[in-house]
């Protein structure tokens, strides 16, 4: 059809629409626009834009066959109490078939103090598992083979130091660096932005990220080094389009730093990876999915001028949206969940966490887990979405959407670029105040009721029963746990912590230092955390947050 | 005269979630009070000062990482251990129905979970207040 | 509590509770300024003004932290905003603070400038007032420099100091106009940012320009708040305008200039009050204003007889 004709169609149905709303009024509070059309994707051109999947820009995906050949990873993020509980907890998740781990931490741990810390009274085993030294990490890794699972680990400010554990736990199983597989965050730009788990200022943080890409690009080469993350954005409250704007500018800062470091962006582009929300808006989050694929093979391509395909590829993790859980009518959240994963896959995810029903309550219980994994394993298996790749391209309102979405992406980068970039964007508190300003509009919408959410805001049951069975971290866990950093103390050749420790901090002063054989080799000692995060924290100062309301 | 409510919103222990936080404090200066935040980390040792050199009427804070039945209880101590004996104290976050009970117990006049409307928590303050 | 007594005693709550009667104007505000005002005196007071975003709580707080060192204690008077439309304030001056917060020596308290503007530098200064007579010895009052009722609460200081930083492009303009001619002191804030040089040229330019000059020429002084670089020469120029002032008598002068004002302000106030409660409040202004209307009177004869009622009370 032409265009004309098109045109024309399009202006009797609008006459018709006129009518029609004229007696049956639409509801409020909708998207403007009411129908996509061919005119509204005319000025895609199939080739540069859209192209084909595992083929630049890669809207379609990164893989020629995505699910065709094998699924995505279902990891289930998980950690809690001490290393012992956690570990059985892997292992109930491997024996079910999830096929990764993904390790949450304690906020300690996070921040990088013991146990022991007084800080850290309260908070020990609660949102995480708490990890003070390698005796912990052996403990947390038991029966697990390093060589076979791969493992993501939620750590930023301390990546390194957790990074360094891990691959001394593989080495006392016999499993050699090469042969690692895994992800650690490490992405300390949005825990200024919107996590607020961060420690030292930007320079000496961005370092530390630098170092790790360099020291992994030799020794660890299949560990993905960052994952750079929106999903925290997101869930702080951004839009679908500030959510990827946001983290790819936080992308560009970290190439950028890599490129001053003296790395070539083809050496250590590849091992990237990205970590994104999955909301509840399916159509719109599958849009965004492709749109950050799109942008960021352009960035790559046109801005760092990559070579290697595999540079150009944005590969993700995704996890549905912990801030869209209600309280409220908890069960209802299976299905949320369900529909989120529908976004994650249908959008080309590789990794993906599903969230347990009880999570806006407290941390999921076994049951709720199991709930949560098998969700994915119904659309994996049941619901037909992977099994064709990409297929909601070509709808023309997915289309258009993922042009929208790109587009108002493409501005917020653009004046983050004229602030001077991601971090300076930061420093200024702008990133922050665009989120907020999201945040509180959402929480405006919904008490205003223009956004409906079951359960909460229409659809309430009155006298709902509080759910059972919620699980509880033991309170006594923060003790045992002392007890336990205190006896390992005890046990270990303090002077050769002594000495580890005055290495890294000569390191730490000489900025042409990589620090990470010496965090490895601290690590060794039994060295805690703590220890060396506070030796970090003596040469680098610590971050002072920007607050704007 | 010009009475104002003021406000501490705080944010105690480790947790960096501050979205409810931060969308609170704004929503009780729409409701034209006047808000102290103090950002993160804050440990109830500077929580009770910030509040005493600041006279507020009511302490909000917000926790998700499960550290409430350590920290709001020290908290209400040190608040009422430095003789204000009215200031108005509540809670907000990721916490389980069975934990409340205890945490009114210690002094927590209430507890918002996930999902409360702002506007509960500003009625809250304006019935319950004391000036 | 006898919040004056205890005040006076060192009570930290007491001090805070004081602030409070200043701010709500309770009616025993006045009575513990009476009782507190002969121990004031002995603060010397420092106004930091300047744009929103100039870094003015981070360099509060690193001032704060260099006079700890020498072993003064200091008071704040954060005051920020409120919002015309809803009544309401964010004040969070406080978050780049969070470290003074237990040290003992240091007292920090926020104020909304609640659109009663014309008292506000009345409240700031009973505030500053109470921190003074609680002993401090720096009492450092923070404001955002934007209107005209910004500058009145600086002029309550010993010292005022502007805060700027580079690249803030046409804003400069703006700001000249309203807080530059106030400063005795400049800071270059985030001067590790582009432009630094060219603000301090402009500052130069503006400051060769006042015609009013005495033989202080205010110094510029480039600092980087958030590291901690450029605060001890930046407090060498506080304690050289203090010198200063205090050796030639502007500091006795410009004392009694703020006497002479918050003197005028309170009787102005009280007058003020008298005609709103005798006069607007009774329902009394109406019946004149009826009189006048129908000729039965004239508004010179009244107000002549009111001002006779004013004085005989």
């Known amino acids: 059809m032409s265009t004309e004709k098109i045109q024309a169609e399009l202006a009797k149905y609008e006459a018709s629409v006129e009518k029609a709303v004229a007696r049956f009024p639409e509801r409020p509070h909708l998207p403007e626009q009411r129908l996509y059309t061919p005119l509204d994707i005319k000025g895609d051109d199939y080739a540069d834009e859209i192209s084909f999947p595992g083929v630049y820009p890669f809207t379609r995906g990164v893989q020629p066959t995505m699910y065709r050949g094998r699924f995505w990873t279902m990891r289930m993020y998980a950690g809690f109490s001490t290393a012992e509980e956690s570990n059985k907890r892997y292992r109930m998740l491997i024996e079910n078939g999830a096929t990764g781990l993904s390790c949450a931490f304690d906020l300690p741990t996070q921040i990088g103090y013991d146990s022991t810390d007084p800080i850290s009274e309260g908070e020990v085993g609660k949102v995480g598992v708490a990890i003070d030294s390698l005796a912990d990490m052996e403990t947390l890794f038991d029966q697990i083979d390093l060589g076979k699972v791969s493992t993501s680990m939620t750590i930023n400010a301390p990546a390194s130091v957790l990074l360094a554990m891990y691959i001394a736990v593989a080495e006392k199983q016999g499993v050699p660096a090469d042969q690692l597989r895994g992800t650690i965050q490490n992405d300390i730009l949005k825990e200024y932005a919107a996590r607020g788990t961060y420690i030292f200022p930007p320079r000496p943080s961005m370092r530390l990220i630098t170092n790790i890409f360099e020291y992994c690009s030799k020794n660890v080469p299949k560990w993905n080094t960052i994952s750079i993350s929106g999903y925290h954005i997101r869930e702080a409250g951004s839009t679908a389009a500030q959510e990827i704007a946001f983290t790819i500018a936080d992308g560009i800062a970290y190439c950028e730093a890599a490129i001053k470091a003296g790395l070539k962006i083809d050496d250590f582009a590849g091992r990237l990876s990205f970590f994104w929300n999955a909301h509840n808006n399916v159509l719109e989050e599958v849009a965004k999915f492709r749109a950050s694929r799109r942008i960021w093979a352009k960035v790559m391509k046109e801005r760092f001028h990559a070579e290697k395909d595999k540079s150009m590829m944005l590969r993700f993790h995704t996890q549905t949206a912990g801030s869209m859980l209600t309280a409220q009518q908890p069960n209802n959240n299976i299905v949320r969940v369900a529909l989120q994963t529908a976004a994650a896959v249908m959008g080309g995810t590789q990794s993906l966490h599903t969230n347990s029903r009880d999570e806006a309550l407290a941390l999921p219980t076994q049951e709720s887990v199991t709930i949560a994994l098998r969700t994915q394993q119904i659309v994996a298996y049941e619901s037909g979405l992977a099994d064709v790749i990409d297929p909601l391209a070509g709808s023309y309102y997915v289309e258009a959407m993922t042009d929208k979405i790109e587009a108002e992406a493409w501005d917020y980068i653009k004046k983050i670029d004229d602030m001077g970039g991601a971090v300076a964007a930061i420093e200024k508190g702008y990133i922050q105040k665009e989120i907020q300003d999201s945040a509180y509009k959402w929480q405006m919408d919904v008490e205003s009721g223009a956004r409906t959410i079951v359960g909460v805001n229409k659809f309430q049951m009155e006298n709902e029963e509080p759910p059972k069975d919620l699980l509880k971290v033991d309170e006594a866990v923060g003790e045992r746990q002392k007890a336990k950093v205190n006896a390992m103390k005890e046990k270990r050749d303090n002077e050769a912590v002594k000495a580890a420790l005055a290495d890294l901090k000569k390191a730490c002063q000489d900025e042409n230092e990589n620090l990470m054989p010496h965090i490895l080799a601290a690590v060794k000692t039994y060295a805690t955390l703590g220890e060396i995060c506070n030796v970090m924290r003596e040469v680098f100062g610590e971050y002072e947050a920007h607050v704007s309301l | ?131 | 509590m006898d919040i004056a007594k205890e005040l006076l005693k060192g009570n930290r709550l007491a001090l805070s509770k004081a602030i409070t009667a200043i701010e709500n104007e309770y009616p025993e505000a006045t009575e513990i300024m009476k009782e507190i005002y002969p121990h004031t005196g002995h603060a010397y007071v420092l106004g930091i003004t300047g744009p929103p975003g100039a870094g003015k709580s981070t360099l509060t707080d690193k001032i704060t932290r260099a006079y700890r060192a020498q072993g003064k204690t200091v008071g704040i008077v954060a005051v920020d905003p409120t919002s015309p439309f809803t009544g309401g304030a964010i004040l969070g001056d406080r978050i780049r603070m969070n470290e003074l917060t237990l040290d003992a020596g240091v007292f920090i308290r926020s104020m909304g400038t609640r659109g009663s503007l014309g008292g506000l530098s009345h409240k700031t200064a009973d505030a500053v007032k109470a921190m003074d007579a609680f002993g401090k010895d720096i009492v450092i009052v923070e404001t955002v420099g934007v209107g005209q009722s910004e500058v009145d609460i600086v002029k309550a200081a010993d010292t005022t100091m502007v805060v700027l930083i580079p690249g803030m492009g046409d804003d400069i303009q703006a700001i000249k106009a309203g807080i530059l001619e106030i400063g005795d002191l400049y800071c270059i804030n985030k001067s590790d940012l582009d432009g630094a040089d060219k603000l301090v040229r402009e500052i130069n330019m503006m400051l060769d320009l006042d015609s009013f000059m005495t033989d202080w020429r205010p110094p510029i002084t480039k600092v980087i708040a958030s590291q901690n670089e450029g605060i001890e020469d930046l407090i060498g120029t506080v304690e050289k305008h203090r010198a200063y002032i205090e050796g030639n008598g502007e500091l006795t002068r410009r004392r009694t200039k703020r006497t002479r004002d918050e003197m005028l302000d309170i009787l102005n106030s009280g007058i003020n009050n008298f005609v709103k409660g005798q006069i607007v409040d009774s329902g009394r202004l109406d019946e004149y204003v009826e009189k006048i209307r129908a000729h039965d009177t004239d508004p010179y004869t009244v107000v002549g007889g009111l001002m006779d009622e004013m004085l005989k009370k």
């Open chain 2, 1 to 131: 005269m010009e009475k104002k409510i003021r406000v501490l919103v705080a944010k105690p222990g480790l947790d960096g979630h501050d979205r409810g936080a931060k969308v609170v404090a704004r929503a009780l200066r729409d409701a034209g009070f006047e808000v102290i935040y103090t950002g993160l980390r804050q440990t109830p040792e500077q929580i009770a000062e910030a509040a005493l050199q600041e006279d507020v009427n009511v302490v909000a804070m917000s926790i998700l990482s499960g550290a409430h039945g350590h920290l709001f209880p020290k908290v209400v101590d040190l608040v009422r251990g430095n003789g204000m004996t009215d200031t108005l104290i509540i809670g907000g976050g990721v916490i389980p129905d069975g934990d409340i009970p205890a945490l009114k117990e210690a002094g927590v006049a209430e507890v918002f979970t996930p999902g409360t409307p702002t506007s509960d928590v500003v009625n809250f303050i304006k019935e319950n207040v004391k000036l």
